[in-house]
């Protein structure tokens, strides 16, 4: 089956620091691979993503991603933190042998202290 | 920008009662999904949509479920008699326009709570 791994449940860091949030899939091909961050009570908004290509991928407010398929990993990355980062964030997998839909993981919540 | 718009925000209602939630996904997409998320836990996949019928459901998505797409704006998940346990934040999700349909975009949620 189908699954999405994020082993930290929760990180805290200090405002400037540099940030690692880890993500690990089980799937049966190499999938699509997503980070979604959701603020409190909030939707969740698509940070950045991964078909195929290059394996370090940019996406918005200055984080990257980088897919490493030996380890099944898509470790999410931010060099300086912003205090306005403090959010949960969401790996997610999807492939269309699998209909598509989005697996997640369990999220990670990080907080930023100042 | 285009984007997933959801109604109700906060629906609460009393366990048995039948609730419609509704959202409006981005007007070139042909993929319509439902994910809910429990408080405190991951979101997980309802259902998705296509082509006016159900592409794929989860185990969650039993016979009390249902989607609909009434007209060329809405996609609507129906809760047919509601229980404790889904009370949670539902959202809507899209895709197959220009991103393609591998990128799903999703709305603000609307937070059902059962009494």
């Known amino acids: 089956a189908q699954s999405v791994t994020q082993p930290d449940i929760h990180i805290t860091v200090s405002e400037g620091a540099s940030l690692e949030l880890r993500c690990n899939y089980s799937y049966g091909a190499t999938p699509y691979l997503f980070w979604y961050v959701q603020s409190p009570g909030q939707g969740l908004q698509l940070l950045l993503k991964y078909f195929s290509g290059d394996t370090l991928v940019q996406g918005i407010k200055g984080f990257e991603a980088e897919f490493k398929r030996s380890q099944s990993s898509f470790n999410l990355r931010k060099p300086s933190v912003h205090w306005s980062d403090a959010a949960e964030y969401f790996c997610?997998?999807?492939?269309?042998?699998?209909?598509?839909?989005?697996?997640f993981g369990a999220g990670t919540i990080l907080r930023v202290k100042s | 920008e285009p984007e997933v718009t959801q109604t109700p925000s906060h629906q609460v209602t009393q366990m048995g009662q039948e609730v419609i939630l509704r959202c409006v996904p981005i007007?070139?997409?042909?993929?319509f999904y439902w994910y809910r998320q429990i408080l405190g836990q991951k979101v997980e996949f309802l259902v998705s949509f296509y082509n006016n019928e159900i592409s794929e459901k989860s185990e969650i998505f039993d016979d009390q479920f249902s989607v609909e797409r009434p007209d060329g704006s809405n996609f609507t998940l129906k809760i047919r008699s509601t229980k404790l346990e889904d009370s949670a934040m539902y959202f809507c999700?899209?895709?197959?326009?220009?991103?393609?349909?591998?990128?799903?975009?999703f709305g603000p949620g609307t937070r059902l709570t059962v009494l």
């Open positions: 007007s070139n997409h042909l993929y």
């Open positions: 999700a899209s895709s197959g326009g220009l991103a393609g349909v591998n990128e799903q975009f």
């Open positions: 997610a997998v999807s492939h269309m042998e699998y209909g598509n839909k989005l697996v």
